[in-house]
């Protein structure tokens, strides 16, 4: 068991790791609307940019993850930072399409890279559930207070503000970065250089699987055209805004029950009954015909997808100690922000909006199946319960 000296640094400099990787992502409406408004180019182009930069979190979030897992999260976490304190300075003296296509590049490198830390390292401490539970809130903390201050930032500086406040982000964060114990340090309390063979390693692909068509990819879907749902139930542009400003912050009462609730309900009843919950709010917020449906089921989601996400981060880690699983599973989140929007806007176009409800209903359905899949002990048990049924 990791020293309990360490336990309180590898927590607080993996919820910094964590802010940084995630940051674009928590401003994703307010930074695609500012290079819309800065650089004059179409919808279609600055999606792309965006995409590219997810890409690159995954890309460089798995490759980190296959290579320096257990052996340099000091160093990966703080060259990732770097990274991506680089990549939003450049974003924001860049004018041209290609040169800000390859700042995001380079900063989607440097968030994927501070990403795989914030998942791998804090895999083998005590419970590991509440331990992704905490990491979430501070970045979930952070990222609303992001959203908040670039207009106050804004007025003092002209042009995109909200590069400079990520590079001011990764910035303040740094000083938490450089807590995180060095390769030595873990080497003497944990052995992590000797590396950790993966209980499963079936159970951890399953569970990735499961977070990225899951929760992740059908939710960005869906959430990616919130500005659109929303206007068809009646709300304003700022009553979106501000609908989903609230839903952010609802998403820490998520955090907080999967702290509260741990494991002592086991992983399956807490995961089954969060993708219910999910599903639901995704059906609900996808036919929202009124601002009152739209404001629930947003906040629904939120909470139920910041439920899960410890739980199935926590499960990874109890699989594979290394903290692949776990850093995978996150890798996966940036991906499906690439993939999600595409695949919303396909089948919005195409079948409407309340399609993809129900679509999320059968992955949910899905979802459940793969859960109860890894599951052989409960398996077995509902094939008794269905033998005594028939006789």
């Keep these: 068991m990791t020293h309990p000296k360490a336990q309180g ?53 798995a490759l980190c993850t296959r290579v320096f897992v257990g052996k340099r999260f000091f160093a990966i976490a703080l060259i990732g930072t770097t990274l991506a304190a680089l990549g939003n300075g450049l974003s924001f003296v860049t004018t041209g399409y290609g040169a800000l296509l390859a700042t995001r590049l380079l900063c989607g490198l440097g968030e ?19 331990a992704y539970a ?52 873990f080497a003497t309390l944990e052995a992590w250089d000797q590396g950790v063979a993966p209980r499963t ?22 959430f990616s055209f919130c500005a659109v749902i929303g206007e068809r139930a009646g709300l304003s542009a700022d009553g979106v805004s501000t609908a989903i400003a609230v839903a952010t ?49 947003t906040s629904v989601q939120m909470i139920g997808d910041y439920f899960l996400m410890p739980y199935f981060q926590g499960y990874a ?16 989140i940036p991906l499906s922000y690439a993939v999600g929007p595409f695949l919303g806007g396909v089948v919005a176009q195409e079948f409407g909006f309340g399609t993809l409800g129900w679509i999320a209903i059968l992955v949910n359905l899905l979802v459940i199946g793969m859960v109860l899949s890894i599951q052989p002990a409960l398996l077995a048990r509902m094939r008794r319960l269905a033998a005594r049924s028939a006789t």
Excluded at 253 to 264: K, M, P, Y
């Design 9 to 61: 640094r590898i927590l607080i400099a993996s919820s910094a790791a964590c802010t940084v990787g995630f940051a674009t992502i928590l401003v994703q409406p307010v930074l695609l609307a500012e290079i819309l408004t800065s650089r004059e180019m179409s919808e279609a182009s600055a999606g792309f940019i965006l995409t590219i930069e997810m890409l690159a979190v995954a890309v460089a979030s």
């Design 112 to 130: 994927g890279a501070a990403l795989m830390v914030s998942g791998a390292a804090p895999a083998r401490l005590p419970e590991p559930e509440r």
């Design 134 to 185: 905490k990491i979430n809130t501070v970045t979930i903390v952070i990222g609303t207070l992001l959203v908040y201050i670039t207009p106050a930032v804004g007025r003092f500086i002209a042009g995109p503000v909200i590069f400079v406040v990520l590079l001011l982000c990764s910035a303040v964060l740094t000083p938490a970065i450089l807590l995180m114990p060095r390769t030595e340090r």
């Design 201 to 222: 390693l079936s159970t951890t692909m399953v569970l990735v699987w499961i977070s990225f068509f899951a929760f992740v990819t059908i939710n960005s879907a869906i």
């Design 249 to 297: 912050l609802a998403s820490l009462v998520g955090c907080a029950l999967a702290g509260l609730v741990g494991l002592r309900l086991g992983r399956v009843v807490p995961m089954v009954v969060g993708v219910i919950v999910v599903a639901v709010a995704l059906v609900a917020l996808s036919n929202a015909h009124n601002a009152a449906t739209f404001w629930l089921a």
């Design 317 to 332: 880690a109890e699989e594979d100690p290394t903290g692949r699983g776990v850093a995978a599973i996150n890798a996966s």
